[in-house]
């Protein structure tokens, strides 16, 4: 052994960081060019060498029947005459790149298949990918899938289910869905094992359609068409670069049931979920998760999971917030402060609203003012109080409902063991490690190296957060140049309604610059995360997720945040006015601030909601029906048309490019911000909310079943990164809801009246009311009120301190006070269901069990077969739901 050769194995003996020279590209475990040599798959696909072992493994089933078209790719190529000589040059490049992926994806062993569709213009190219059993097998080994060893009966169980089965009441949510998806004990697949694994006498139905476009997907996001270190490797650059158009995997036939096939046992699974999940009338039944997990996996599931369950939970928010709006209402009319505003007459002149703009009334206000009582009042402090609690037992509750799914699908253990380092990052990663847990060597970027990056990147998103910032001071500027021109109108109307116009319009501004920065972002944090070297795709998300909801949590909440707790705080008074940039500060309405941040929730939330779910429903429509027309106008021409039937992943094809989760999670965790953190100002954000989820759980499954074409199945051990997002939303909002009580509404001010002057609420309103100066007076000839605790001097006055120092109490004892009450929930409450915490414990005692007696029966067989089940120990990782006292099949291995 040379020194060079001793120095490697000692580096990989030690797990110690191994930096790769530069002679070793042709094979190192991260090159991308099959070979032989190479015996780790990090970044590489195998060639057909390598697949020998597994193809003598799988000979002892039978060979398929019909090779499966696992994976579509495709490509459109313009004939037209003309073209610029840049334009073929690029077409030459791109035809060379696709000449190799193909070429190397065929030495990895699949079979490449070509159908060409061509008319006179252009020609669309399909590329049919299958793969055959032995890169199966192999493949499924190297990505660590876990399959089946034993059916269990299905397991799935619903609490609200069996409470109205115990009352004897008929449970109109819960639906009987054919083809339930059966649940089993799994493993981890070993190509030695294969006789263990149930169905493997099957070639053709062993490897589920989901497992296969895994492995598809897997080894087109690692094939290589140029020099790897340049990043000219994956489908995903590809279809960046327009090499390819699209690369997708089939589904399961069409959507709608055939008419000669009424029955349920003959639909696909896409028939059944289209029949049972994605249609309108079944919005208010329960979700099919089993199947939706099956056909779309764990990821797709568990966000439909989230979204289900938070739904459901926003119905008794709903029912109590719509309850407080109605105590407010019937309270507009029996209230005595509003009830002598309204009446004032002339009683309450009021000082002008700018330099020139003339004395107004305080009753002319009076419909502000009624509107401001909805939303204030007493009952908003039991309300903000049951909000804060509400979303600590939600999150309490999807945590153990989030453990119970991650169970039951096998992916509890899912970042910590499965999963593999992306492609993008095996190719880029500067040495290799040995993985503390897995033993095995990966590639590896120092956490040093990796800080340093993100430091850099959290510096560029602190700029954009200050053009946010920007944005919000022109709003600011915009509302009130618009209050002082609206007041100087000859319109009393106007002129009475101008701050309320002057804030309507500045909050539709302010959408628009919110929907704008938001696409810009986007695309920034993404370029930010690759460049950070992130080894999982999990983590990649997750440092993706939290870049873009820092930025989106300023752009949507800067707003609604200045005007609860800044606007009308540093206004002056009459002759001392305060300035921004010459312009005078923006004053709360007579209704107070309350009313106008209920205002801006409305435009935002609502807004958004509308213009999501008309984007949706309209654009996903516009967009299908222009890539359809655009397809059978080319076979049209081509004479093809309807001659033969159209195939699978031409019909497929026609449908849109799935985009993901991301949009769908942050439109959801914004608008939990809305629903929690300004419950207070709005009572009726949940039932807003409650509306709008309805109708986004079919608008989604319609979008995932019939408009656009089949994900690759990920695997996820939960929501990822959005859960402590959501947990950081919730302890904002108990001080965010606190601070709104004791400074945005008058329900303190209203109670120190009560206890020191009157109880009865008399004289109110010129309480609140402070006299202009003597110098302000003079200057005019008149005098006039103005909104503050001042003295006539214009100096705060002591009840302006008393209130002051109340209010800061209330904000400490009812953050506390929630608080504790969260924290005693979140003790009694535990994260892991106790029956899963059995089963768990129980299936670690089996693989314990069956690894001393294979090591006592076998031998030097059994001490082999540790490799198998020695990773069976990590608490149940390997093994999925099995009943209490049941024998696992383990111990038979």
């Given at each position: 052994m040379t020194s060079e050769a001793s120095s490697r194995s000692r580096h990989a003996r030690i797990g110690m960081p191994r930096r790769l020279a530069r002679e070793e590209d042709s094979t190192i475990l991260i090159d991308m060019v099959p070979s032989a040599k190479n015996e780790d798959s990090y970044g590489s696909t195998a060639s057909t060498s390598r697949l020998n072992g597994h193809q003598e493994a799988?000979?002892?089933?039978?060979?398929?029947?019909?090779?499966?078209?696992?994976?579509?790719?495709?490509?459109?190529?313009?004939?037209?005459?003309?073209?610029?000589?840049?334009?073929?040059?690029?077409?030459?490049t791109h035809a060379a790149w696709r000449e190799t992926f193909l070429e190397n994806l065929h030495a990895a062993g699949l079979c490449v298949d070509q159908r060409t569709m061509q008319d006179g213009p252009g020609t669309v190219h399909y590329i049919l990918l299958s793969a055959p059993w032995a890169v199966l097998c192999y493949y499924a080994e190297d990505l660590r899938l876990k399959l089946p060893l034993q059916e269990l009966p299905n397991q799935a169980s619903n609490w609200s289910a069996g409470l109205l089965a115990w009352l004897g009441i008929p449970n109109i949510l819960q639906e009987d869905v054919p083809g339930v998806p059966p649940e089993y004990y799994s493993c981890q697949f070993k190509v030695s094992k294969l006789s263990r694994f149930l169905g493997s006498d099957n070639q053709d139905t062993f490897f589920t359609s989901t497992k296969r476009h895994q492995i598809l997907f897997a080894i087109l996001a690692k094939t290589p068409y140029g020099h790897e270190k340049k990043g000219l490797f994956g489908i995903d650059q590809l279809l960046a670069e327009g090499v390819f158009t699209a690369a997708f995997p089939l589904h399961d036939g069409p959507f709608r049931n055939p008419p000669e096939s009424t029955q349920a046992a003959g639909l696909t699974q896409r028939q059944i979920l289209f029949q049972y999940w994605a249609r309108w009338h079944k919005w208010y039944k329960c979700q099919p998760l089993d199947h939706v997990r099956s056909y779309f996996g764990e990821k797709v599931a568990l966000y439909f999971a989230w979204l289900g369950f938070y739904t459901g939970w926003l119905l008794p928010a709903a029912a109590v917030g719509t309850l407080v709006f109605l105590v407010g209402c019937f309270m507009v009319f029996s209230d005595v402060p509003t009830q002598e505003l309204c009446s004032s007459a002339d009683n309450f002149e009021m000082c002008p609203l700018c330099l020139d703009c003339p004395f107004w009334l305080l009753s002319s206000t009076c419909s502000l003012v009624q509107a401001g009582r909805l939303f204030d009042h007493g009952g908003t402090v039991f309300f903000s109080m049951f909000m804060a609690l509400w979303a600590v037992l939600l999150l309490e509750h999807w945590k153990r409902t989030s453990a119970t799914l991650a169970y039951r699908w096998g992916c509890s253990d899912y970042e910590d063991i499965e999963e593999r380092p992306r492609p993008q990052f095996a190719a880029s990663a500067p040495m290799t490690a040995l993985n503390p847990i897995t033993g095995e060597e990966e590639p590896y970027f120092p956490e040093r190296s990796r800080l340093r990056r993100v430091l850099a990147g959290s510096v560029v998103v602190v700029m954009m957060v200050a053009v946010v910032v920007m944005c919000l001071v022109s709003i600011i500027l915009y509302r009130a140049i618009m209050a002082i021109l609206m007041s100087r109108l000859d319109n009393t109307i106007l002129a009475a309604w101008a701050s309320r116009i002057a804030s309507f319009t500045g909050s539709v501004v302010n959408l628009v610059f919110i929907l704008i920065l938001s696409k810009i972002y986007v695309a920034l944090a993404h370029i930010l995360t690759r460049w950070e070297m992130h080894r999982t795709q999990t983590k990649f998300e997750d440092a993706f997720t939290l870049k873009v909801f820092i930025f989106q949590f300023v752009n949507f909440y800067s707003s609604p945040i200045y005007i609860a707790f800044f606007k009308g705080r540093f206004v002056g008074y009459p002759g001392n006015y305060h300035t921004l940039f010459g312009v005078r500060n923006e004053e709360c309405a007579a209704g107070g601030c309350l009313i106008e941040l209920a205002q801006e929730l409305l435009v935002i939330m609502a807004g958004k909601q509308i213009i999501n779910n008309v984007q949706e429903i309209l654009v996903p429509k516009l967009q299908s029906w222009w890539q359809k027309f655009r397809l059978r106008s080319k076979k049209r021409k081509a004479g093809s048309l309807e001659a033969a039937g159209q195939e699978p992943w031409e019909a497929d094809y026609e449908l849109l490019p799935c985009e993901g989760l991301f949009q769908e999670y942050l439109e959801m965790v914004l608008q939990f911000g809305f629903v929690t953190i300004f419950v207070a100002a709005c009572p009726l954000a949940p039932l807003f909310a409650l509306l709008n989820n309805w109708v986004?759980?079919?608008?989604?499954?319609?979008?995932?079943?019939?408009?656009?074409?089949?994900?690759?199945?990920?695997?996820?051990?939960?929501?990822?990164?959005?859960?402590?997002?959501?947990?950081?939303?919730?302890?904002?909002?108990?001080?965010?809801?606190?601070?709104?009580?004791?400074?945005?509404?008058?329900?303190?001010?209203?109670?120190?009246?009560?206890?020191?002057?009157?109880?009865?609420?008399?004289?109110?309103?010129?309480?609140?009311?402070?006299?202009?100066?003597?110098?302000?007076?003079?200057?005019?000839?008149?005098?006039?009120?103005?909104?503050?605790?001042?003295?006539?001097?214009?100096?705060?006055?002591?009840?302006?301190?008393?209130?002051?120092?109340?209010?800061?109490?209330?904000?400490?004892?009812?953050?506390?006070?929630?608080?504790?009450?969260?924290?005693?929930?979140?003790?009694?409450?535990?994260?892991?269901?106790?029956?899963?915490?059995?089963?768990?414990?129980?299936?670690?005692?089996?693989?314990?069990?069956?690894?001393?007696?294979?090591?006592?029966?076998?031998?030097?067989?059994?001490?082999?077969?540790?490799?198998?089940?020695?990773?069976?120990?990590?608490?149940?990782?390997?093994?999925?739901?099995?009943?209490?006292?049941?024998?696992?099949?383990?111990?038979?291995?």
């Open positions: 799988a000979r002892r089933v039978g060979s398929p029947s019909k090779p499966q078209v696992d994976f579509v790719l495709v490509w459109e190529e313009d004939l037209k005459l003309g073209e610029q000589q840049d334009s073929t040059t690029r077409d030459k986004e759980i079919r608008l989604d499954a319609r979008k995932f079943v019939c408009q656009h074409r089949r994900p690759v199945a990920e695997r996820a051990q939960d929501i990822g990164i959005w859960s402590h997002i959501l947990a950081g939303i919730a302890h904002l909002a108990v001080v965010s809801n606190a601070f709104l009580l004791a400074f945005t509404s008058d329900f303190l001010p209203r109670a120190y009246y009560r206890g020191t002057r009157k109880g009865d609420l008399h004289g109110y309103v010129n309480f609140t009311l402070a006299r202009a100066p003597p110098t302000f007076a003079a200057a005019h000839n008149r005098t006039c009120r103005y909104q503050a605790f001042r003295e006539d001097d214009g100096q705060y006055s002591p009840t302006y301190w008393n209130l002051l120092a109340i209010r800061l109490a209330f904000v400490i004892v009812f953050e506390h006070v929630v608080f504790s009450i969260s924290r005693v929930l979140d003790l009694l409450i535990p994260d892991i269901p106790e029956s899963v915490e059995v089963k768990v414990k129980r299936e670690y005692y089996l693989a314990k069990q069956a690894l001393a007696e294979n090591e006592a029966l076998s031998g030097t067989d059994g001490a082999k077969d540790n490799s198998f089940l020695g990773s069976e120990k990590s608490l149940g990782s390997q093994l999925t739901t099995p009943g209490v006292g049941q024998a696992s099949p383990v111990s038979s291995l």
